[in-house]
């Protein structure tokens, strides 16, 4: 039982290069979610998928595209890296959604240069 | 939306003393609170929550407490460990999102 993983662990881009980050979970939740973590400003949502099938726009969505693949697997797609994206990147899980508590992953480096 | 302020944003300790966390929130309707605890590197973990029909809860040496009147929640942590040094999140949700808090960085002197 692996939890919730994400690929890769660390990345580095140059302005202007896209990449997708993987995230699978394999304990049955509905509900998956990226963050971004940021110094001093906690974990922003930036799209989240409530069940299979359906996303929807967090917080902080500019710049990000996401796929829900199917149950097990949600993706974050950047077409075009911008320094403002070096961040650390969380996809986290739940049962079925918020009201749940989260599993996350161990999280993305990903610094654009 | 919600928003969720935590306090301190640091907070020291000596080994065997008490911590407490505070957070506020501005949903009335927000009805789950999880804690969420991150050492350096590591990725978020829960390890305690409370929902909005229950006033305290405790684990061991934790222990969340709600005034839903005063749409505020704390985490305690008694006889503190140099193990519970890490960076502790509060978050608060209602049914389509969750909101966490900028994080408090807990240091716990040997």
């Known amino acids: 039982n692996a939890g919730v993983t994400q690929t890769p662990k660390f990345q580095v881009l140059k302005t202007g290069q896209s990449m997708t980050l993987q995230c699978a979970q394999d304990?049955?939740?509905?509900?998956m979610y990226w963050y971004r973590q940021d110094p001093g400003m906690g974990l922003r949502l930036i799209y989240y998928s409530a069940s299979e099938g359906t996303t929807d726009k967090g917080e902080v969505p500019n710049g990000y595209n996401v796929s829900r693949l199917n149950k097990r697997e949600f993706s974050l797609r950047l077409e075009s890296a911008a320094p403002s994206q070096t961040s650390v990147y969380f996809c986290?899980?739940?049962?079925?959604?918020?009201?749940?508590?989260?599993?996350f992953g161990s999280g993305t480096r990903l610094t654009v240069v | 939306g919600e928003n969720v302020e935590q306090h301190p944003s640091t907070l020291s300790v000596q080994e065997g003393d008490s911590a407490v966390i505070k957070c506020t929130y501005s949903?009335?309707?927000?009805?789950?609170f999880p804690w969420y605890k991150q050492e350096l590197g590591k990725r978020p973990q829960l390890i305690i929550d409370i929902r909005s029909n229950v006033g305290e809860k405790k684990d061991q040496r934790i222990a969340v407490t709600l005034n839903k009147t005063a749409k505020h929640f704390s985490l305690h942590i008694t006889e503190t460990q140099p193990e519970d040094s890490a960076v502790y999140f509060c978050a608060a949700s209602i049914v389509s999102d969750m909101r966490f808090g900028a994080g408090t960085r807990l240091t716990v002197k040997p």
């Open positions: 949903d009335s309707a927000s009805n789950y």
């Open positions: 304990m049955n939740h509905n509900s």
């Open positions: 986290a899980s739940s049962r079925d959604g918020p009201n749940y508590g989260y599993t």
